[in-house]
């Protein structure tokens, strides 16, 4: 079991950053790939960053390559999301996500949704 609470999000005009946090508990981060997520008001959840439990495979939603970075510091049981160059059609709930390591890295299955544990997100709005 593992515990996901996410922060750093707020107001920001376009074309400006924020810095979003998960910090996860009750087991070792590193055991897990992780994720966040977004859910714009009326549309479905979508996928926006992976990383895996060490760190050294990151995959990005198109709509994310090039503005966002996601990393992880495992003795920080941490996970981040930079987002630069933001934009009115990034505000979402921003979700982070865990999937257990035994589940393995496969594109397909992290850009789907499927993951065994998720924050209660955190509400990034860009204003133009």
């Known amino acids: 079991q593992v515990q996901l609470v996410e922060s750093g999000g707020g107001l920001v005009q376009a074309g400006g950053s924020l810095r979003l946090s998960c910090a996860a508990s009750?087991?070792?981060?590193?055991?897990?790939?992780m994720a966040w997520l977004r859910q714009a008001p009326g549309k479905e959840r979508e996928f926006v960053a992976a990383i895996s439990w060490g760190g050294w495979n990151t995959y990005l939603a198109d709509s994310a390559k090039g503005r966002f970075t996601i990393s992880r510091d495992n003795a920080k049981n941490t996970v981040y999301l930079q987002m630069n160059s933001l934009k009115p059609e990034d505000t979402a709930v921003y979700y982070c996500?865990?999937?257990?390591?035994?589940?393995?890295?496969?594109?397909?299955?992290?850009?789907?949704?499927?993951?065994?544990?998720w924050g209660q997100g955190t509400q990034v709005t860009v204003s133009s």
């Open positions: 009750g087991r070792t981060s590193s055991d897990y790939a």
């Open positions: 996500a865990a999937s257990p390591r035994s589940a393995g890295w496969y594109i397909q299955k992290l850009a789907s949704g499927d993951y065994d544990y």
